[in-house]
């Protein structure tokens, strides 16, 4: 019976390629090429070994299409989430699902967590059925979700008595980002352990970038998200004031992409219907950003600046104007939908007291002359 290499050795001889000096097991010298196939490098073993499973949390918006890079990257994951049916469509192309975070950890030595808010991420982690519960020494634990950074050191300081590593790791790029596994993810934790979690954020994101100690990767989502939200309400109001000038929506967006107000709104996610396709506004403002999460990400916003006696003047503007979206009725629709015609409707006009059918005018005030 031929071993493989005794077969592979006899075909090559055939092939008169060039020698790489080393003789085999029938005489022949083998090249260079066939030593890196049937004896791979010590790096390629360890990425191979690199691929057990991953434990994912949340499979909203955002985590599901980050769950699924993982798994076109080769990992095996475990995964939750408190809607069962979010879970479905994962374990259809081959996610182990369980019951709760706790089940997760007692699998995973490696767990993405993508949740709303704060409150979720403390139930998740500190809860009854939470990570924390189950977690096993050396565990690493990524947060995706944007909370305020003061959990994250919370939950840092909690994993750290149970031996585990914290980091916390938001992101910004959208569900379409997320989708084409090109998100920014902002890293915030202990240095030595970044390339570890690199590797793992590399298959759902472009960009991977390292901000310090746990909750500076916080810290830089709000700071993103309130530019965001400025940008876009910024982004509305020229497009709708345009478009009350009589300019065509498309010809004013080209004409603002090549000039010096472009930018990620504009040109990205436009927030007028009809402008461009494959955005929340091309769809009735749905899937996407909600509404409801930029106001709370703006909210964070002005905690972290009372905290530190920042003035964000157009940020708290901007927290004002999207928590009116959503006593509007615009708190599941995407954060774009600002431009929508009825998102933010004018008040009625002032009617004129001594003829209530004239006309409002501009009332003058009259100065006493000293």
């Given at each position: 019976?031929?071993?493989?290499?005794?077969?592979?050795?006899?075909?090559?001889?055939?092939?008169a390629l060039i020698p790489c000096g080393m003789p085999c097991c029938c005489g022949m010298?083998?090249?260079?090429?066939?030593?890196?196939?049937?004896?791979?490098?010590?790096?390629?073993?360890?990425?191979?070994?690199?691929?057990?499973?991953?434990g994912f949390i949340g499979l909203g918006n955002m985590g599901s299409p980050m769950a699924?890079?993982?798994?076109?990257?080769?990992?095996?994951?475990?995964?939750?989430?408190?809607?069962?049916?979010?879970?479905?469509?994962?374990?259809?192309?081959?996610?182990?699902?369980?019951?709760?975070?706790?089940?997760?950890?007692?699998?995973?030595?490696?767990?993405?967590?993508?949740?709303?808010?704060?409150?979720?991420?403390?139930?998740?982690?500190?809860?009854?059925?939470?990570?924390?519960?189950?977690?096993?020494?050396?565990?690493?634990?990524?947060?995706?979700?944007?909370?305020?950074?003061?959990?994250?050191?919370?939950?840092?300081?909690?994993?750290?008595?149970?031996?585990?590593?914290?980091?916390?790791?938001?992101?910004?790029?959208?569900?379409?980002?997320?989708?084409?596994?090109?998100?920014?993810?902002?890293?915030?934790?202990?240095?030595?352990?970044?390339?570890?979690?690199?590797?793992?954020?590399?298959?759902?994101?472009?960009?991977?970038?390292?901000?310090?100690?746990?909750?500076?990767?916080q810290a830089a989502k709000i700071c993103n998200n309130m530019l965001l939200a400025i940008?876009?309400?910024?982004?509305?109001?020229?497009?709708?004031?345009?478009?009350?000038?009589?300019?065509?929506?498309?010809?004013?967006?080209?004409?603002?992409?090549?000039?010096?107000?472009?930018?990620?709104?504009?040109?990205?996610?436009?927030?007028?219907?009809?402008?461009?396709?494959?955005?929340?506004?091309?769809?009735?403002?749905?899937?996407?950003?909600?509404?409801?999460?930029?106001?709370?990400?703006?909210?964070?916003?002005?905690?972290?600046?009372?905290?530190?006696?920042?003035?964000?003047?157009?940020?708290?503007?901007?927290?004002?104007?999207?928590?009116?979206?959503?006593?509007?009725?615009?708190?599941?629709?995407?954060?774009?939908?600002?431009?929508?015609?009825?998102?933010?409707?004018?008040?009625?006009?002032?009617?004129?007291?001594?003829?209530?059918?004239?006309?409002?005018?501009?009332?003058?005030?009259?100065?006493?002359?000293?």
């Amino acid at each position: 019976m031929y071993s493989t290499k005794f077969y592979v050795c006899n075909f090559l001889s055939s092939a008169a390629l060039i020698p790489c000096g080393m003789p085999c097991c029938c005489g022949m010298i083998p090249p260079a090429w066939w030593l890196m196939v049937y004896f791979p490098s010590p790096a390629s073993s360890r990425s191979m070994a690199s691929k057990t499973p991953v434990g994912f949390i949340g499979l909203g918006n955002m985590g599901s299409p980050m769950a699924k890079n993982l798994l076109k990257h080769g990992y095996p994951v475990i995964a939750t989430d408190v809607f069962p049916e979010s879970c479905k469509e994962l374990q259809d192309l081959g996610a182990q699902i369980l019951d709760c975070p706790a089940e997760v950890a007692d699998k995973a030595d490696r767990i993405i967590t993508m949740l709303p808010s704060s409150p979720n991420v403390i139930e998740v982690y500190n809860g009854p059925n939470g990570i924390l519960k189950k977690v096993k020494k050396g565990t690493l634990l990524i947060d995706s979700s944007t909370i305020d950074p003061s959990v994250s050191k919370e939950m840092a300081v909690a994993a750290e008595k149970m031996g585990a590593v914290f980091m916390d790791a938001p992101v910004s790029g959208g569900v379409g980002a997320a989708n084409l596994a090109k998100l920014t993810f902002m890293v915030g934790g202990v240095e030595e352990e970044f390339t570890a979690a690199k590797e793992l954020l590399g298959s759902m994101g472009a960009n991977v970038v390292y901000c310090g100690p746990v909750g500076t990767g916080q810290a830089a989502k709000i700071c993103n998200n309130m530019l965001l939200a400025i940008g876009m309400i910024g982004t509305a109001e020229t497009m709708n004031l345009g478009i009350r000038l009589g300019l065509d929506p498309k010809l004013l967006a080209k004409i603002l992409n090549m000039s010096s107000g472009r930018c990620w709104s504009s040109d990205t996610y436009n927030p007028v219907p009809g402008v461009m396709e494959g955005v929340p506004s091309a769809n009735n403002y749905q899937g996407g950003f909600g509404t409801t999460l930029m106001a709370k990400d703006l909210g964070l916003a002005q905690d972290s600046a009372t905290n530190t006696k920042t003035p964000v003047l157009l940020g708290s503007l901007a927290h004002q104007i999207y928590r009116m979206m959503c006593a509007r009725g615009y708190a599941g629709k995407d954060f774009s939908s600002g431009s929508a015609p009825t998102a933010m409707p004018l008040p009625p006009p002032r009617k004129n007291r001594a003829c209530p059918s004239a006309p409002s005018r501009p009332q003058h005030i009259r100065l006493k002359r000293t």
